[in-house]
């Protein structure tokens, strides 16, 4: 499970959403692939190396050059 990234809340000044966003990021992982004899996959571990936010865009209105972060 990776652990939990810090992301800044963002807002919707079109619509005034401040809680459902589409956010399309780039991550790039490190992970501990244990398979079983019968081949079946459990991902033990994984650690977060880098992330990179490409888009955020509003949810509700789909507007994605209104949203800012909020303070």
């Known amino acids: 499970m990776l652990a939990d990234v810090s992301s800044p809340r963002y ?10 966003f589409d956010v399309t990021s780039t991550r790039r992982t490190r992970a ?5 004899v019968g081949g079946e996959l459990s991902v033990e571990s994984e650690e977060m190396l880098s992330e990179s936010i490409e888009e955020v ?15």
């Open 11 to 20: 807002r919707c000044t079109a619509c005034g959403n401040l809680t459902r």
């Open 57 to 71: 865009a509003c949810h509700w209105c789909g507007n994605g050059r209104s949203v800012v972060p909020a303070d």
């Open 32 to 36: 501990f692939h244990h398979y079983t």
